[in-house]
T-cell receptor, first 115, second 115 residues
């Protein structure tokens, strides 16, 4: 079975440009998470969707960040405009929410570099 | 809030030997889950093993086992018969049960396996 798919794997852009990261969760999973990993802050949860609905976006850094999940098999994380401090690895993860402790499966990540 | 502590920033282990990675946690909840993830140099986050707080037996998955000591609030990962491919960063994480989706991650431990 395919795992979580993310694209692109690497993105290099210039400050001020719009960046869109994409994620396809594991088929059948109903929860989707976007994380950001940096050396300074480790892994941070940005936003959590359940059944395509954003449940918790308290981790989204600021208004420059937005995330959507138009259907159960696709999600995007957009940064507009991008800044050098946004450089990080962005992970998408998915799980099957059974109301208990659910294992989150991560995608390979997108390494974003903003120049 | 939960707190995960991994006190070993880096470890070296000889190939074919066992290694134990420490993880302690702090929570007042009775129901929670503990996870270990592996992050090789290629960057992806790989789920290794899960232990529920009410599980009476320690979890095992192939060469991975979790030494769960509830009273001491520790969930150490044991990797037996280390292989060169085990060289990676290892993260301990915890989530509460009862519909709490948030994973709290430790800072990670880097393992280097020597031939």
């Amino acid at each position: 079975d395919a795992g979580v798919i993310q694209s692109p794997r690497h993105e290099v852009t210039e400050m001020g440009q719009e960046v869109t990261l994409r994620c396809k969760p594991i088929s059948g999973h109903n929860s989707l998470f976007w994380y950001r990993q940096t050396m300074m802050r480790g892994l941070e949860l940005l936003i959590y969707f359940n059944n395509n609905v954003p449940i918790d976006d308290s981790g989204m850094p600021e208004d420059r960040f937005s995330a959507k999940m138009p259907n159960a098999s696709f999600s995007t994380l957009k940064i507009q405009p991008s800044e050098p401090r946004d450089s990080a690895v962005y992970f998408c993860a998915s799980s099957w929410d059974q109301g208990g402790t659910d294992t989150q499966y991560f995608g390979p990540g997108t390494r974003l570099t903003v120049l | 809030a939960q707190k995960i502590t991994q006190t070993q920033p880096g470890m070296f282990v000889q190939e074919k030997e066992a290694v134990t990675l420490d993880c302690t946690y702090d929570t007042s909840d009775q129901s929670y889950g503990l996870f270990w993830y592996k992050q090789p140099s290629s960057g992806e986050m790989i789920f290794l093993i899960y232990q529920g707080s009410y599980d009476e037996q320690n979890a095992t998955e192939g060469r991975y086992s979790l030494n769960f000591q509830k009273a001491r609030k520790s969930a150490n990962l044991v990797i037996s018969a280390s292989q060169l491919g085990d060289s990676a960063m290892y993260f301990c994480a915890m989530s509460r049960s009862s519909n709490d989706y948030k994973l709290s991650f430790g800072a990670g431990t880097t393992v280097t396996v020597r031939a």
